[in-house]
Antibody, heavy 124, light 107 residues
Framework: QVHLVESGGGVVQPGRSLRLSCAAS????????MHWVRQAPGKGLEWVSF????????YYADSVKGRFTISRDNSKNTLYLQMNSLRTEDTAVYYC?????????????????WGQGTMVTVSS | EIVLTQSPGTLSLSPGERATLSCRAS???????LAWYQQRPGQSPRLLIY???SRAAGIPDRFSGSGSGTDFTLTISRLEPEDFAVYYC????????FGGGTKVEIK
């Protein structure tokens, strides 16, 4: 069974850093591009970042570009999101997600597998 | 960036009724790459529809998607108690954007 399990969330002050992890199981992680999507409390969904299956290409939303870094360790079946210079507006539940191959490109896809999410609160 | 506008914001219906949710794009969605998700309170989103009209694996046939270009619709033919939730549309034809959501609540 396919599983994505996020961890690493917590409460952090503005300007500080946090690293999220997403452990994957039940599928060949090293063959799949992976995404991070976030949801602020009571708000809608926002795509954050994508990484290609081998880590050779990465994309970011404008709202996090230059502050967040996506990476992966295929030997550990784990996806990461390094978040620096955090702002109050980064407060959200962060989900890792796997596209189902429904589009023309792996970085542009609909998400059929989601983790349970990890909460990040940026507050002084 | 394509902006997706969902309407109505809230839909108040009774179990057994038909629900019709709208998603309008600010420009044409490439190849009708439009998805719909359901999100119940405290849960992660669940993919219902991809490619505007194809049901994802395990999704009941009371859920159907239609539309093309800039106007898309999610229809739930007869609401079951577990269908009361928030629904989001997403386009994945160019960049990735989500609509603001429609809440389907019990009347």
């Amino acid at each position: 069974q396919v599983h994505l399990v996020e961890s690493g969330g917590g409460v952090v002050q503005p300007g500080r850093s946090l690293r999220l992890s997403c452990a994957a199981s039940g599928f060949t992680f090293s063959s799949h591009g992976m995404h991070w999507v976030r949801q602020a409390p009571g708000k809608g969904l926002e795509w954050v970042s994508f990484i290609l299956y081998d880590g050779s290409d990465k994309y970011y939303a404008d709202s996090v570009k230059g502050r967040f870094t996506i990476s992966r360790d295929n030997s550990k079946n784990t996806l990461y999101l390094q978040m620096n210079s955090l702002r109050t507006e980064d407060t959200a539940v962060y989900y890792c997600a796997n596209g189902g191959g429904y589009g023309d490109y792996t970085r542009l896809d609909a998400f059929d597998i989601w983790g349970q999410g990890t909460m990040v609160t940026v507050s002084s | 960036e394509i902006v997706l506008t969902q309407s109505p914001g809230t839909l108040s219906l009774s179990p057994g009724e038909r629900a019709t949710l709208s998603c309008r794009a600010s420009q044409s969605v490439t190849s009708n790459y439009l998805a719909w998700y359901q999100q119940r309170p405290g849960q992660s989103p669940r993919l219902l529809i991809y490619g505007a009209s194809s049901r994802a694996a395990g999704i009941p046939d009371r859920f159907s998607g239609s539309g093309s270009g800039t106007d898309f619709t999610l229809t739930i033919s007869r609401l079951e108690p577990e269908d009361f939730a928030v629904y989001y549309c997403q386009q994945y034809g160019s960049a990735l954007t989500f609509g603001g959501g429609t809440k389907v609540e019990i009347k």
